[in-house]
């Protein structure tokens, strides 16, 4: 079945780096843009960063311009999320999703992984 | 950046009545290329991430039941739940798929009166 499983969450100090994946399987992943979502505690939804099916195109949210890098590697199913300079109002549970369309970014999100929280603490 | 709202905050409705969400993007988000409405709504549970339940405005994921439904155009957009079931208490987000940043609404709370 299709599915998205996020790793490399956990507790880290203010201004160190993060580095979160999300292993793909149960669909062809090359075909298929990819996001990641975040969800503060108790908070809503922030849409993070897209990456287009090629890894050709990035686009990111304004609170994550050049502090975090979305990345693909297409070989391995596996989607990543490169967070530096972290911040406290970087806590949160990070999803990665999947564009519903083939090729275009331009779609709804389904499925989603079950996240991992990331924790910005001294 | 394209802004969503939401209405109301939360909701509390009696179990078989009907459920109305309201969402209004602070721009058009209908995309030429195809004329449909670039507005996904999601379901979220507590302890769960989101699940897709309407694209296109008014595209009915598959699996989602047929109570579930999405109408509007431009910039003012709705999701009735049409006879609500307990099932169905979660947060629900409009969001915009037409130009990044991919913009979600603040949430609305359903809950059984």
């Known amino acids: 079945q299709v599915q998205l499983v996020e790793s490399g969450g956990g507790v880290v100090q203010p201004g160190r780096s993060l580095r979160l994946s999300c292993a793909a399987s149960?669909?062809?992943?090359?075909?298929?843009?990819m996001h990641w979502v975040r969800q503060a505690p108790g908070k809503g939804l922030e849409w993070v960063a897209v990456?287009?099916?090629?890894?050709?195109?990035?686009y990111y949210a304004d609170s994550a311009k050049g502090r975090f890098t979305i990345s693909r590697d297409n070989s391995k199913n596996t989607l990543y999320l490169q967070m530096n300079s972290l911040r406290g109002e970087d806590t949160a549970v990070y999803y990665c999703?999947?564009?519903?369309?083939?090729?275009?970014?331009?779609?709804?999100?389904?499925?989603w992984g079950q996240g991992t929280l990331v924790t910005v603490s001294s | 950046d394209i802004v969503m709202t939401q209405s109301p905050d939360s909701l509390a409705v009696s179990l078989g009545e009907r459920a109305t969400i309201n969402c209004k993007s602070s721009?058009?988000?209908?995309?030429?290329?195809?004329?449909?409405?670039?507005l996904a709504w999601y379901q979220q549970k507590p302890g769960q991430p989101p699940k897709l339940l309407i694209y296109?405005?008014?595209s009915r994921e598959s699996g989602v039941p047929d109570r579930f439904s999405g109408s509007g155009s431009g910039t003012d957009f709705t999701l009735t739940i049409s006879s609500l079931q307990a099932e169905d208490v979660a947060v629900y987000y409009c969001?915009?798929?037409?130009?990044?940043?991919?913009?979600f609404g603040p949430g609305t709370k359903v809950d059984i009166k």
């Open positions: 296109w405005a008014s």
């Open positions: 999703a999947r564009a519903i369309d083939v090729v275009t970014a331009l779609s709804g999100f389904d499925p």
């Open positions: 149960g669909f062809t992943f090359n075909v298929y843009a």
């Open positions: 969001q915009q798929y037409y130009s990044t940043p991919f913009t």
């Open positions: 990456i287009s099916y090629d890894g050709s195109n990035k």
């Open positions: 721009q058009s988000v209908l995309y030429s290329s195809n004329n449909k409405n670039s």
